[in-house]
C-alpha cells in the first residue's frame, strides 16, 4: 500500500493518558503531584520535573515527604480540608522548599476516581496561570456568595472561631435582626441563655475538626423564641485559621405538629383526657410487682344512652365534658383521671388503701350527682363505680386495670349508682372466664371444637331425613364444657363468627362425605344454628363458600335462628334471610313461642320451618297439649311446617304426630352420634 493510501490507525485510550502524562511529567511548565495516605500520613508519593525545579528537592527525596511538611500552614486535622475524597479542593497556600524558604502558590487537589490518591497541581503566585484561576476562583466565589445569601437556609460563617464574618438573610429574618447587629458575637445573643453552652462546645468541637449538630431555641428580636437544629462544619482559610459553617433548621411548627398528632393519639378529643392506650402507658410507668397502695376507680355512667336517646347525642356530649371536669376538680392533684372509651372513666391514685380509695370514689359519686343542665333539662347523673386496690396478686399493671374493669361490672349489676370494692371471688370467676375465652379461641383455631349430629324424622313414618349439627367441646382439663356455656362466651368474647364458620364448613365437609360413603341413604339435609350476632353481611357470602367448597347444593342446608335473635333487629334479619333464601337455602326459627315475637313479623319473615320449644313438648306429659297444638297449627296456617325438639317418650311423638308435627327429633327416637357412628346408622336405618 503506498503512503498516499494509507490511514493512521486511531490511538487507543491507553496511549493517550500515556502520552498526556508522560508530556505532563516531563514539562517544566506545570507542577504536579501525587499523595496518598500511607501509614496514616498522607505523603506526596510522585512529583514530576516541575515540582522538583520549584520545590528545590530531588526525586528520591520529594518521595514519601509528609504533605504537613510541604504545607506547615496547615496543620492537625486541617489537612483533611485539603485532602477530600468527596470533591475538588482549591487554596492559597504557602509551600515550603528544600531550603525552607515559603512560596506562595494556588493548590488545586482533586481525588482520584478510585479514592486512594490525590492529584496536586501547583501554581506559583505571581503566574499568569495564577492570576488566571484567580480571577476564576474569585468570580466563582462571589456566585457562590451569592448563593449563600438569597439562600433560604438560614446561614452562618465564621472564618476565625466564634466571631461570624457572615449572615444571609434568612438567618437575619429568623431571628428578626439586621446583619450588622449579628456579626462578630452579637449572633450569641440570639441563643436561649439554656442552650448557649451547648451551642458553643459544638462549635469548638467543629474548630477541632469535628463536624456537630445540635438543638438549640433561638430567641427573636421580638421576644419569641425558634426551636432549631444547627448543623456546624469547618471551615479553613489559610493565613487566617478555623472557623465554621453553619445551617439552621427551625423546627418549630414541625415539633408543634408532631405534638399535637402525639395528643390526638394518646387523648380523648372531646374530653381532652388521656385515652385507653395512654392510660395503660401511665398505669404501667407508676406500677411497682408487690408495692402495694396504687388505686383504680373505674366508672361508668348510668344515664348516657338515655340522654342520648331523649336529649341527642350533642347533649350526651356535653354531659362527657362536664363529667370530665367534675372528675378532674374531685380528685387529688397527681391523680390520672382518663377516658378509655364510651360512658367508661378511670381514675388511678397512688398511695391509697381500700378505705381511702372507696371514699374517694364516694366523693366522686357525690360531685357527680350534683345537677347539670342539657338542653334545657336538669339532670342528675349517676355513675356505677368499680374500685381496686393493688395487692401481690397483680402482677402486671394491666391485671390491675382489668381489675377495674371486672369491679364496675359488678357494681352495674348490683343496680345503678352503687360503689363497689373488688370482690375476690368475682375477680377469680371474670379471670377464669377470660382464661376460657382464650382457650376457646385456641380449641377454634385447632378445629378441636367437634360435632354430634342429631337425626330428624319424619312424624308419619319415622323415616329419618335430616340431621341437625350440635357443637361440643371437650376440654383437655376440664372435661365437657356445656354449649350453652361456651356459646355465650363466644358471644361475649367475639369469637362467635369463627366458631360459627368452623360448624357450618365442618357440617358441609361431612355431608359430602356421607354422600360418598352412603350415597341414597345419606341424609337429605343437615340443620346449622346461626347466632344473632351472625346475622349480617358476610353470613350470605360464608354459607356460599362453604357450599361451594364442598360441592353441594343450597337445598342440602337449613339455617336454624332463635326466635329472640329474630326479633332484635327485625327488619336487618329479614334481609339477611331474604339473601339466604334467594340462594335455596331452607331457614327455621328455633325455640318458637319462647319469646315475645311479633306475629306480623312472622308473616312476613321468608322461612320455612318451625320449631316447637322442648319444654312445650315436655308439657305433652302433664296432658298440656294446648302450646304445642297452637304453634302446630299457626305453622299450618302460615304455610310452614314443624320439628318438634326434644321428644323424650314414644307417647310424646304419637301425640305431636296427632296433632299435624311435621317432623320430630328427640332422645327417644335417636340421640346425637358422631359423624361415622352417624353414617353407620343410617346405612341401617334409611329406607
Known amino acids: 500500500m503506498s503512503a498516499t493510501t494509507a490511514t493512521a490507525e486511531p490511538l487507543v485510550p491507553a496511549e493517550i493518558v500515556s502520552s498526556v502524562f508522560y508530556g505532563a511529567a516531563v514539562s517544566d511548565g506545570l507542577v504536579l503531584l501525587v499523595a496518598e495516605v500511607v501509614d496514616g500520613t498522607p505523603r506526596i508519593v510522585w512529583g514530576n520535573e516541575g ?45 515550603r522548599t528544600a ?50 445569601e438569597r439562600s433560604p437556609v438560614p446561614t452562618l460563617l465564621s472564618e476565625q472561631g466564634m466571631r461570624l464574618a457572615h449572615v444571609n438573610d434568612a438567618f437575619c429574618s ?52 425558634r426551636t432549631t437544629v444547627i448543623r456546624l462544619s469547618q471551615l479553613f482559610t489559610p493565613g487566617v485559621g478555623a472557623g465554621f459553617v453553619g445551617t439552621i433548621e427551625d423546627i418549630t411548627d414541625r415539633l408543634a405538629f408532631e405534638a399535637r398528632l402525639e395528643h390526638q393519639t394518646h387523648h380523648d378529643p372531646l374530653t381532652g383526657l388521656p385515652n385507653r392506650t395512654l392510660l395503660a402507658e401511665r398505669v404501667a410507668e407508676r406500677f411497682r410487682p408487690g408495692a402495694g397502695g396504687l388505686a383504680v376507680i373505674s366508672l361508668d355512667l348510668d344515664d348516657l344512652t338515655v340522654v342520648n336517646e331523649s336529649l341527642g ?119 377464669d372466664k377470660l382464661r376460657l375465652v382464650a ?31 350440635l357443637a361440643r367441646w371437650h376440654h383437655p382439663q376440664r372435661g365437657p364444657i356445656s354449649p350453652a356455656v361456651f356459646v355465650a362466651l363466644a358471644e361475649e368474647g367475639g369469637l362467635i363468627g369463627a366458631l360459627g364458620l368452623l360448624v357450618l364448613d365442618e357440617t358441609c365437609r361431612q355431608l ?51 326466635e329472640s335473635a329474630l326479633m332484635e333487629d327485625p327488619a336487618s334479619a329479614r334481609a339477611v334471610l331474604v339473601q339466604l333464601r334467594d340462594l335455596g337455602v331452607s331457614l327455621a326459627i328455633d325455640d318458637f313461642g319462647t319469646g315475645y315475637s ?26 298440656h297439649t294446648e302450646i304445642a297444638a297452637a304453634v302446630i297449627a299457626l305453622a299450618r296456617s302460615l304455610g310452614l311446617t314443624t320439628v318438634a325438639e326434644g321428644v323424650e317418650t314414644e307417647e310424646q311423638a304419637a301425640q305431636l304426630a296427632e296433632l299435624g308435627a311435621g317432623f320430630l327429633q328427640g332422645f327417644a327416637l335417636a340421640r346425637p352420634m358422631t359423624g361415622s357412628r352417624a353414617a353407620a346408622w343410617y346405612a341401617t336405618h334409611a329406607r
Open 51 to 95: 515540582a522538583t525545579q520549584l520545590l528545590g528537592y530531588g526525586t528520591d527525596d520529594l518521595r514519601w515527604l509528609p504533605v504537613a511538611s510541604l504545607v506547615p500552614s496547615l496543620r492537625g486535622a486541617e489537612t483533611g480540608l485539603l485532602l477530600r475524597r468527596e470533591r475538588s479542593a482549591r487554596m492559597n497556600l504557602s509551600v
Open 99 to 148: 531550603s525552607g524558604a515559603l512560596v506562595g502558590v494556588l493548590v488545586l487537589c482533586t481525588p482520584t476516581p478510585g479514592g486512594r490518591t490525590w492529584t496536586l497541581q501547583v501554581v506559583p503566585a505571581d503566574s499568569g496561570s495564577e492570576r488566571v484561576l484567580r480571577a476564576t476562583a474569585d468570580a466563582h466565589e462571589r456566585r457562590l456568595a451569592s448563593l449563600a
Open 174 to 225: 429568623l431571628v428578626g435582626l439586621q446583619a450588622e447587629q449579628l456579626l462578630g458575637t452579637g449572633w450569641m445573643a440570639t441563643v436561649h441563655p439554656e442552650d448557649l453552652d451547648a451551642v458553643i462546645e459544638q462549635v469548638v468541637a467543629v474548630l477541632g475538626g469535628h463536624d456537630g449538630e445540635t438543638r438549640a431555641r433561638l430567641v427573636r428580636a421580638d421576644g419569641t423564641e
Open 313 to 431: 347525642h350533642a347533649a350526651g356530649d356535653e354531659l362527657l365534658v362536664e363529667v370530665a371536669t367534675r372528675l378532674r376538680a374531685t380528685v387529688r392533684p397527681g391523680d390520672l383521671v382518663a377516658r378509655p372509651g364510651g360512658d367508661g372513666f378511670v381514675v388511678v391514685c397512688a398511695d391509697l388503701d381500700a378505705d381511702a380509695a372507696v371514699a374517694l370514689a364516694e366523693r366522686i359519686g357525690a360531685a357527680l350527682a350534683q345537677p347539670v343542665r342539657l338542653g334545657g333539662v336538669d339532670v342528675r347523673p349517676h355513675a356505677s363505680i368499680g374500685v381496686t386496690v393493688q395487692t401481690a396478686a397483680h402482677g402486671t399493671a394491666e391485671e390491675l386495670v382489668r381489675d377495674g374493669d371486672i369491679a364496675v361490672c359488678q357494681a352495674k349489676a348490683g343496680g345503678k349508682g352503687r360503689i363497689t370494692l373488688l370482690d375476690q371471688s368475682a375477680r377469680a370467676e371474670a379471670r
Open 439 to 469: 382457650e376457646l379461641r385456641e380449641a377454634i383455631e385447632r378445629r378441636e371444637i367437634t360435632l354430634l349430629y342429631q337425626p330428624i324424622f319424619r312424624a308419619d313414618d319415622r323415616v329419618p331425613v335430616a340431621v341437625e349439627s
Open 512 to 562: 359430602a362425605e356421607w354422600d360418598r360413603v352412603l350415597g341414597d341413604a345419606a341424609p337429605q339435609r343437615a340443620n346449622v344454628n346461626v347466632s344473632a350476632l351472625q346475622l349480617d353481611d358476610r353470613l350470605h357470602g360464608s354459607v356460599v363458600a362453604a357450599l361451594d367448597r364442598h360441592g353441594l347444593d343450597p337445598a342440602r342446608l337449613q339455617i336454624e335462628i332463635t
Open 598 to 623: 311479633s306475629l306480623s313479623y312472622l308473616r312476613h319473615l321468608p322461612v320455612d320451618v318451625l320449631k316447637v320449644d322442648r319444654s312445650f313438648v315436655a308439657e305433652l306429659a302433664d296432658g
